[in-house]
């Protein structure tokens, strides 16, 4: 069998969530894209090759998650009616791309890797899926400690904790990532380790205080929830070898802990060209 890997494909999609619904999936956030350019349903589900009762059954399930409709529906007129997004609903659109346009860009700098091996390949798969479904922070880079090939990134997360990341001077720069600017910081949650204690300072780069919001286990791993403040939590999923005696419960004061050479970054605007 060739050594040869062919290119990295990745791919992936932003959904959005209210309670246990899932309602703002791609499909359902391409038919307000289409309704907003065409002005009406059928045309919409027309532009998206969607059915007419898959578009209505659609547009009564948004509709149906905000005290507001969404999707204003009208009759009449030299058309015979039409559709309008509410104000409301073209800002969560405008939300939805802006956070589907990050993501893309992402992964596109993630695809540029050269993994070398297919097990490297398959260690990069395991980082992408903890990186995409779990811990991210948005905030602002405050510190940047550089030299020809190493960069130690300080970056404020928005309403939470500050964190460290260690990336290459390249990434730095082709990023074009400057003291000031807005970054991402993305944390797989098998990089983060669990602590009964609050560790000392000098034993990771990035350590979090917060507290437990639930916890799973397996045989072998123990995943928990910790909710850093009321708009911030992290997952942490650890071999359970490593810790002891469990003994959680809710509400209990706990530490995670990872090495800044387990962060990665993104930012929300690529550089021109």
Avoid at 105 to 123: K, V
Avoid at 140 to 146: G, K, L, S, V
Wanted: aromatic share 6%; proline share 5%.
């Amino acid at each position: 069998m060739s050594d040869i890997l062919p290119p990295i494909e990745l791919a992936g999609s932003i959904w959005f969530h209210s309670g246990a619904v899932n309602w703002g999936n791609p499909r359902r956030m391409a038919l307000l894209a289409a309704i907003q350019e065409q002005g009406s349903i059928s045309a919409a589900a027309r532009q998206i090759n969607l059915s007419y009762k898959a578009a209505w059954d659609a547009v009564h399930t948004i509709n149906s998650l905000s005290p507001e409709p969404l999707i204003i529906c009208t009759t009449g007129g030299s058309r015979g009616g039409g559709a309008s997004l509410s104000p409301q609903a073209e800002e969560i659109l405008t939300l939805y791309q802006q956070m589907q346009n990050l993501h893309e860009q992402f992964l596109q700098h993630l695809a540029q890797l050269r993994p070398g091996s297919p097990e490297n390949l398959e260690l990069l798969s395991k980082m992408l899926v903890h990186t995409s479904a779990r811990n991210s922070l948005a905030g602002t880079i405050t510190h940047i400690e550089a030299d020809d090939l190493h960069a130690l990134l300080t970056l404020k997360a928005e309403n939470g904790p500050t964190v460290q990341a260690a990336i290459t001077s390249a990434s730095c720069r082709h990023l074009e990532l400057t003291p000031g600017g807005p970054a991402l910081a993305f944390i797989k949650a098998s990089a983060l380790r669990l602590h009964y204690q609050q560790p000392a300072p000098e034993a990771a780069n990035n350590i979090f205080a917060g507290k437990l919001v639930d916890w799973q286990q397996s045989d072998e791993y123990l995943q928990v929830r910790l909710a850093l403040n009321a708009h911030l939590e992290l997952t942490v999923i650890q071999p359970k070898s490593t810790l002891g005696e469990l003994g959680l419960y809710s509400g209990q004061a706990l530490w995670a802990s990872c090495a800044a050479e387990h962060v990665l970054i993104g930012r929300s605007e690529l550089p021109a060209g």
